[in-house]
């Protein structure tokens, strides 16, 4: 019967996933995310416009409702794009690595022996662009789950590829 040891782990040792160069997303991404959002926006200001023409009753209020509109679209924009800059990726040896947020960034780091199914998405929009969305399911549940969008399709299905043959040697 062996001896049962618990060792203490020195921390300063250990590798620092906050030292990996990240590959950020592709910069056509920016112009998808664009117009999505210009697309919305066109949904929502037609509403806009409907209701202020079928209820005169808001018609005063016009000035008000289109600076209101204005700032929406230009803070939406500005936190779009700070997104997607902070947005980035990282394949290493045994582990897949994704940073996002806005305020507090968040990044995932996870092992190859949890991820369970890879899927790769080509939104109409993105297609366009060339680009395509990993999405890495693991046996973690939906919050340990990760999308990484604005990928050049080629490179995604070589991801894709990658993470598939590290699945298959686990099985």
């Not at 926006?41 to 509109?69: A, K, R, Y």
């Amino acid at each position: 019967m062996e001896d049962f040891t618990n060792e203490t782990i020195d921390t300063t040792q250990l590798p620092k996933f906050e030292d990996v160069s990240l590959s950020v997303l592709h910069p056509d991404y920016w112009k998808v995310t664009l117009i999505n959002l210009a697309v919305f926006f066109l949904i929502i200001g037609t509403g806009v416009g409907l209701l202020l023409f079928f209820n005169m009753e808001l018609f005063p209020f016009i000035l008000e409702l289109s600076i209101g509109f204005g700032v929406l679209v230009l803070l939406v924009l500005f936190f779009s794009r700070i997104s997607f800059k902070k947005k980035g990726f990282a394949f290493r040896t045994h582990d897949v690595l994704y940073r996002n947020g806005i305020i507090a960034t968040n990044t995932l780091v996870i092992p190859y022996n949890r991820v369970q199914h890879v899927a790769l998405h080509e939104g109409l929009i993105s297609r366009f662009f060339g680009l395509a969305k990993i999405q890495i399911f693991t046996a973690g549940g939906s919050s340990s789950d990760i999308e990484i969008p604005g990928i050049a399709k080629e490179q995604a299905e070589n991801i894709k590829q990658l993470l598939m043959g590290k699945i298959q040697k686990q099985l």
